[in-house]
């Protein structure tokens, strides 16, 4: 895919940020946050029933408009990260934005996506460019134009300021004010760093793990509503007559892990593995009282379900029972432990303590179902498709419905020979309806002790 950069500029916030604003204080949630970016891509088509036609370079003039007069209500983003200070100084300093032309038509990439091939309609590269303190870009933009006139718009943010659900709400909140209905805007609210202040972290967890070099493989599989109607069906056996049945997420999950798992106990040295499965909760609606879906920054964690090696109870039933199981202790007395910083990072260290006691390999899920990303609606229309391009990372697996609301799309990473095995699958095969190609990566791995941990390097830190 040929794209050509048009124009690049800094929009920056329509009014200025007041001086009482001027230095945001991350929360201990955010100093917890894995250093590296998020990416996602929202494609729109040019032809949307009932819409007007405009131009798209006209629809580009609007796009910076309403962000100059977002960034005001999301005055940090368009700020400066001082990671030592736990902090953002509101300086107005704005926000990359990118203009740019593709020699091919939307149907073409939408058609035969992969994760390695979308890399151009981002403003940058999230995975070569995961730079250090004092050199994080906050949010940048890149508007890429289709030869039909169809539109992508890139969007690529710093996890150690926001997570999924602020990134989705400013978002959204941008396309409404795109549209001239500003005025239904909820304004965010800041005050995570009330619930959660920040904390001096120690040593064991601000020390980064050496960087690996792997031959990574990412691919997209698809599965359909029918599909994940019989996985639910299947787990439910694990489940008494008086529980909620599993959850599509649930579902999906504990397959994937229950296919990942039956590879890696297949390699020499895999049944004496413990196995272990991490998923992103988030935390506004789990505490008393709620926080809202408009509480900015990160405001999450990260529950854990293992299988040791000595456990017989690897079928798939019984491992959606320990991934409903891990996300039930996420309860309000957990998040009261959680605002205890100091507490929380003990418990934390004994935690992993135990975990290493055996050769542990991780399963890493986040799940964006819940986000309204179908509905953003910038004045032309909803988008045609919305990608969330891997993270570099091995065995990380991201997780977005469907356009239809009733399917999943799942971006899985894994090392090339574990992909191989993966993709030929049968008992995956018998629910996945579509996957795209695969693309080869040779990227840096940047372990984070969230989602991430080098068991090697860890063990001796929290021993």
């Not at 539109?151 to 978002?171: E, N, P, Q, R, Y």
């Not at 909620?244 to 039956?262: K, N, Q, Y």
């Not at 272990?276 to 964690?301: C, D, I, K, Y």
């Not at 999943?408 to 699958?425: G, K, P």
């Amino acid at each position: 895919m040929e794209v050509e950069i048009i124009s690049k500029e800094k929009v920056k916030p329509s009014s200025p940020t007041p001086d009482h604003r001027r230095y945001f204080k991350l929360s201990f949630l955010d100093q917890f946050a894995p250093p590296f970016y998020t990416s996602t891509i929202f494609f729109y088509r040019s032809n949307y029933p009932g819409q007007k036609y405009f131009n798209p370079l006209e629809r580009s003039s609007w796009l910076k408009k309403s962000l100059a007069e977002t960034l005001t209500r999301f005055y940090p983003m368009a700020g400066k990260l001082n990671s030592e200070d736990a902090s953002v100084d509101c300086n107005d300093e704005g926000v990359n934005y990118i203009q740019a032309r593709v020699a091919c038509k939307l149907s073409q990439v939408v058609d035969k996506a992969e994760g390695k091939a979308l890399l151009p309609l981002l403003p940058f590269d999230p995975y070569k460019d995961c730079t250090g303190p004092g050199e994080t870009v906050l949010l940048a933009i890149q508007y890429s134009i289709f030869e039909c006139g169809g539109v992508a718009i890139g969007v690529i943010d710093s996890h150690m300021i926001a997570d999924g659900t602020s990134v989705v709400t400013l978002i959204n909140s941008w396309a409404i004010t795109s549209r001239g209905a500003s005025h239904e805007v909820t304004n965010p609210s800041f005050d995570a760093t009330i619930h959660f202040p920040p904390t001096l972290l120690p040593e064991w967890f601000s020390m980064v793990p050496p960087m690996e070099q792997e031959r990574l493989s990412s691919k997209r599989f698809v599965f359909k509503k029918s599909s994940i109607d019989a996985l639910r069906k299947e787990a439910s056996v694990a489940f008494g007559a008086d529980e909620r049945g599993p959850s599509r997420v649930e579902a999906v999950s504990a397959f994937i892990w229950w296919r990942l798992m039956t590879i890696a106990r297949s390699k020499p040295g895999g049944e004496s593995k413990q196995y272990a499965v991490r998923h992103a909760v988030n935390l506004r609606q789990r505490m008393v009282p709620r926080l809202s879906e408009h509480s900015f920054g990160n405001v999450w964690t990260v529950t854990i379900a293992a299988v040791p090696p000595t456990d017989v109870e690897k079928d798939y039933p019984s491992l959606t029972r320990r991934i409903r199981n891990s996300f039930s202790r996420v309860s309000a007395e957990y998040v009261k432990h959680l605002q205890d910083a100091n507490a929380f990072l003990e418990t934390t260290k004994m935690e992993l303590r135990e975990m290493f006691k055996s050769e542990t390999e991780f399963c890493n899920f986040t799940s964006w179902c819940s986000f309204p990303v179908y509905d953003i609606d910038f004045g032309w229309g909803k988008p045609t498709w919305v990608a969330c391009p891997i993270r570099p990372y091995k065995g990380v697996i991201v997780i977005i419905r469907s356009r239809d609301g009733e399917g999943i799309e799942i971006w899985v990473n894994l090392e090339e020979e574990d992909m191989a095995m993966f993709e030929r699958d049968p008992k995956l095969l018998q629910f996945v309806v579509s996957s795209s190609g695969a693309t080869d990566q040779r990227r840096t791995i940047f372990p984070c002790l969230k989602s991430y941990i080098s068991n090697s390097v860890w063990k001796n830190f929290i021993n």
